[in-house]
C-alpha cells in the first residue's frame, strides 16, 4: 500500500469510529465562474458568495485531519480562481492527489501550476460542428491545444463525453481517435434531462433508446481495444438511464461534494439529497460530523458510477481507487 495512504489510515480510522465514514475522497466545486456558457449548464449565471482563500487553506487542513487522500477540482471553470495554484499545493503539502477538470480554454495560460496535478479531465463531444455548437465557436482547437500542453508537461489526461441528441457514432469515433491521439482514455455519460445548477430542460437531452444504442456503441468500441476508459459494468449501469430505483451505494461511506460557498454534500448526483452542511459554521470536520447521508435512485455521472462500483468491491476496490 502507497506510503500517502498508509499516513492516512489513523486519520481515516478514527473519521469511520467517530462518524461511520471518513472523506477519502473530496470533488471539489471551487467556483461556479466560467468563462464559456455552455448550452446545458447555468453555473456561470449561479454566482455564489466563495470561500476565501484563507477559508480554503483552513478546509484543505480540515480535510488532511480526517484523512482525505483523493480531491477533484471542478467548477464552473477552476482556473478562473487565481488563486488555484496556491491550494493545490497546499493540498500537495499534504500528499493528497489532486486532479481536475476544465473546458481546457486558460491551460496553456497557467502552466505553472499543472506539475502539481495528477491528472486533467476536459470536455469533448465530437467535432466541431457538434462539440462547438454545445460550447463554443473555436472550443475543439482549445481542447487540442490544452490536451498539447498536458502531454508536453507529463500530466494525465482524461476525456468526457456527453451523450446529447445530437451525438452520433462518428461523434464518439471522433472523440476516442483524439483520445487515441493525445493518450487520454475517454469517458461517455448521459445529458441530464435538466440544464446544470437550474430546473430548466436540457435542450440536447437524448431520449433513452438512443442513448443506450450509443453505449452500445461504446462497448463495442471498448472491447476492439479504443481507449474507453469505462468499465463494462459502468457502462451497463448507464445503459438504465433514466430508470429511477433504489440503488444500494456505499460511496457516501468515503466520499463528498463541496460547492463554493462551502456546503459540504454528500454526493453531487441529484436524488433526495439532503440539506447540506456549511463548513463556515464550524469548519469542515464539523460540517463533516453533522452531514446527513442519503438514499440515491440514480446514478449518472460516468466516474460516479465506476466509483461505486469500486468501493462496492470493499477493501480491495477502495485500496485501487485511492492509490491510484
Known amino acids: 500500500m502507497s506510503s500517502s495512504i498508509l499516513e492516512r489510515v489513523p486519520f481515516a480510522a478514527r473519521a469511520l469510529i467517530r462518524h461511520g465514514r471518513a472523506p ?5 466545486v471551487i467556483t461556479n465562474r466560467c468563462n464559456l456558457h455552455c448550452v446545458y ?3 456561470p449565471t449561479t454566482p455564489l458568495d466563495e470561500l476565501s482563500t484563507d477559508e480554503c487553506l483552513d478546509v484543505i487542513d480540515q480535510m488532511a485531519t480526517l484523512g482525505t487522500v483523493r480531491v477533484h477540482v471542478t467548477g464552473g471553470e477552476p482556473l478562473m480562481r487565481k488563486d488555484l495554484e496556491r491550494l493545490i499545493l497546499r493540498m500537495r503539502f499534504h500528499d493528497m492527489r489532486v486532479s481536475m477538470s476544465s473546458n481546457g480554454t486558460l491551460i496553456p495560460k497557467r502552466r505553472r501550476l499543472l506539475k502539481s496535478l495528477r491528472s486533467v479531465s476536459l470536455s469533448l463531444d465530437g467535432p466541431p460542428e457538434v462539440h462547438d455548437r454545445h460550447r463554443a465557436d473555436g472550443q475543439v482547437a482549445e481542447v487540442r491545444a490544452a490536451l498539447k500542453t498536458l502531454r508536453e508537461h507529463g500530466v494525465t489526461r482524461y476525456l468526457t463525453c456527453l451523450l446529447a441528441s445530437d451525438t452520433t457514432p462518428e461523434c464518439i469515433d471522433f472523440v476516442l481517435a483524439t483520445g487515441t491521439e493525445f493518450g487520454a482514455e475517454v469517458y461517455f455519460q448521459p445529458a441530464l434531462d435538466v440544464v446544470l445548477a437550474s430546473e430548466r430542460s436540457n435542450p440536447y ?15 463495442d468500441r471498448k472491447r476492439l481495444g479504443a481507449p474507453v476508459g469505462n468499465t463494462l459494468e459502468g457502462l451497463a449501469h448507464l445503459a438504465t438511464w433514466p430508470a429511477v430505483k433504489p440503488l444500494p451505494c456505499p460511496v457516501g461511506r468515503v466520499a463528498v461534494r463541496l460547492t463554493p460557498d462551502g456546503v459540504l454534500l454528500p454526493c453531487h448526483e441529484r436524488a433526495s439529497i439532503p440539506d447540506g452542511e456549511s463548513v463556515r459554521r464550524g469548519g469542515f470536520v464539523e460540517a463533516f460530523g453533522r452531514l446527513q447521508t442519503k438514499r440515491c435512485t440514480e446514478c449518472w455521472g460516468a466516474g460516479r458510477a ?7 468491491r470493499g477493501p480491495m476496490g477502495l ?6
Open 41 to 43: 449548464c447555468d453555473c
Open 205 to 219: 437531452s437524448p431520449e433513452a433508446e438512443r442513448v443506450r444504442s450509443l453505449l452500445a456503441t461504446v462497448t
Open 306 to 312: 465506476d466509483l461505486r462500483a469500486a468501493v462496492m
Open 319 to 324: 485500496y485501487e481507487l485511492f492509490s491510484a
Open 24 to 28: 477519502l475522497g473530496v470533488s471539489w
